[in-house]
């Protein structure tokens, strides 16, 4: 499904994400019911009862990566064009993953410079974008570190920075970013660039991504000025 939606680069309606979860979460549902109805027929031994539950925990670590990467400001009505301080929303989202960050030795700072820019879209998406960035960014620092988010303005455009010295990535996957189900992780959902690619063009911002093999990664958003 989601294949067919991005067969065009890219998701015209973000409602179309409603659709796309729904679909991915049927399959971990499916599988989690699957084996406690095996469990209520069959008088299985504790070690096979065991190994079911396992298999039951991943399945449900995986719904719940399906709705990190897609639904953490999720709301009924989507589509909402709003004005937004952009280091209001930034810092709030920072906030909401410093605790994230913490439990995996991460420092998040934030320059955020003195003029207060406005840019116009949908807040919950805005921020989803910008979580399933940062997010990245610290999962890309296994070993813990500094991830610095800044904001600059310029005289129509405002630009958000996020830097991360991690695992970096070649030019080919640096590509490859946005596209559905591309992920490197093992346990992955390759589809936070998606929609993070998929937003910020909706608001017709850029994405331009700086990075390196082993030294770090940037990924600068640039956005319109609100009003102009
Ligand atoms: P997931 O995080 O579930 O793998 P994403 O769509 O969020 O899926 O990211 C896709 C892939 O892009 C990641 O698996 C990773 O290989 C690469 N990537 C994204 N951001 C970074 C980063 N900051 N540093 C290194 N690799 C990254
Ligand atoms: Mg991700």
């Known amino acids: 499904l989601l ?6 680069e890219k998701l015209e309606s973000v409602s179309h994400f409603a659709a796309a979860v729904s679909h991915e979460l049927r399959n971990p549902i499916q599988s989690i019911k699957g ?10 031994n504790r070690e096979k009862q065991l190994e079911f539950h396992d ?6 670590n995986a719904a719940e990566s399906l709705i990190d990467d897609y639904l953490i400001y999720a709301k009924p009505v989507y589509g909402e064009l709003e004005r937004m301080s952009v280091s209001d929303e930034v810092c709030g989202v920072l906030k909401l993953l410093g605790p994230y960050a913490n439990s995996r030795d991460v420092e998040l700072l934030c320059h955020k410079g003195e ?12 921020r989803q974008a910008m979580v399933n960035i940062i997010r990245n960014g610290v999962e890309a620092m296994p070993e813990g570190g500094e991830l610095v988010v800044r904001i600059k303005a310029q005289p129509a455009k405002v630009t958000v920075e996020v830097a991360d010295t991690g695992v970096g990535m070649t030019k080919e996957e640096v590509e490859r970013l946005g596209e559905p189900y591309f992920s490197n992780k093992i346990k992955g959902t390759g589809l936070g660039m998606m929609v993070t690619y998929s937003v910020i063009h909706q608001m017709k911002g850029a994405i331009i ?5 082993g030294s770090g990664t940037v990924f600068k958003l640039v956005f319109p000025k609100y009003g102009l």
């Open 209 to 213: 991504v700086n990075s390196e093999k």
């Open 35 to 44: 084996f406690i109805q095996l469990m209520q027929v069959y008088d299985y």
């Open 3 to 8: 294949n067919t939606l991005m067969k065009h």
């Open 55 to 60: 298999t039951i925990l991943n399945e449900i």
């Open 115 to 126: 003029e207060n820019v406005s840019i116009r879209g949908d807040r919950q998406k805005f």
